[in-house]
């Protein structure tokens, strides 16, 4: 079982939808999420970090983690043709380290 | 959010050479950085864990003895591929940990190195 699964999409969004990205992880120690987005052939940007179960908002973008199911997610709101991009989701496992998963490419379609 | 730089942001070499790629926390100390690699089309595969004034620790299946790292400072880690070859032509990311308040990680990416061997 890989450590960090993703869809890797690629995930097709009409401009103005909501975009549900999802994310499962092996090590239930892991105690911080993050959210990175990555244009083509750039470094990825850090979006949105999460460490409590629940929902964390950051304007258009809204995480959720559930620490019993090994689940997170991050939703975009209002998505825009900028938003095109890859996201990767990262655990910071129970042995300090960070943990990329294959990524999500996503497509907002004006 | 903390700012990482790289130098040099892309690079040509040729079989057999070595390149050194910097890395530089520019408004915070980093007593951690991370080195990963990306190959098209996939995700980040971190190669070593690099802490300020003590020997990197690698991950199965670097190479150590190739894949030189330096953090001389704790502004600085530096990533020299010796022997360069054609299959490590790659995108060459630093990262940096803050430890935030409360105790939480962060963690922030350098733009990248772009490294072609040929």
């Known amino acids: 079982q890989k450590e960090v699964e993703q869809n890797s999409g690629p995930l097709s969004v009409p401009e103005g939808a909501i975009a549900s990205l999802n994310c499962t992880y092996s090590?239930?120690?892991?105690?911080?999420f993050f959210w990175y987005r990555q244009y083509s052939g750039k470094s990825p940007e850090l979006i949105m970090f999460?460490?409590?179960?629940g929902d964390k908002e950051d304007g258009r973008f809204t995480a959720q983690l559930n620490k019993a199911s090994q689940y997170v997610s991050l939703l975009i709101r209002d998505s825009q043709p900028s938003d095109s991009a890859t996201y990767l989701c990262?655990?910071?496992?129970?042995?300090?380290?960070?943990?990329f998963g294959p990524g999500t490419s996503l497509s907002v379609i004006p | 959010g903390a700012v990482v730089s790289q130098h040099p942001s892309w690079v040509i070499c040729k079989s057999g050479t070595s390149v050194k790629i910097e890395c530089r926390s520019l408004d915070f100390q980093a007593t951690t950085m991370f080195w990963y690699r990306q190959f098209p089309k996939q995700s980040l595969m971190l190669m070593a864990t690099s802490n300020e004034g003590s020997k990197a620790t690698y991950e199965q299946g670097v190479e150590k003895d190739k894949f030189l790292i330096n953090h001389a400072s704790l502004t600085l880690s530096t990533l020299t591929v010796t022997s360069a070859h054609p299959e490590d032509s790659s995108f060459y990311i630093c990262?940096?940990?803050?430890?935030?308040?409360?105790?939480?990680?962060?963690?922030?990416f350098g733009p990248g190195t772009r490294l072609t061997v040929t």
């Open positions: 999460i460490y409590s179960n």
């Open positions: 990262s940096a940990r803050v430890i935030a308040a409360g105790g939480s990680y962060e963690q922030y």
């Open positions: 990262a655990v910071l496992t129970s042995y300090d380290k960070v943990i």
């Open positions: 090590d239930r120690g892991s105690q911080s």
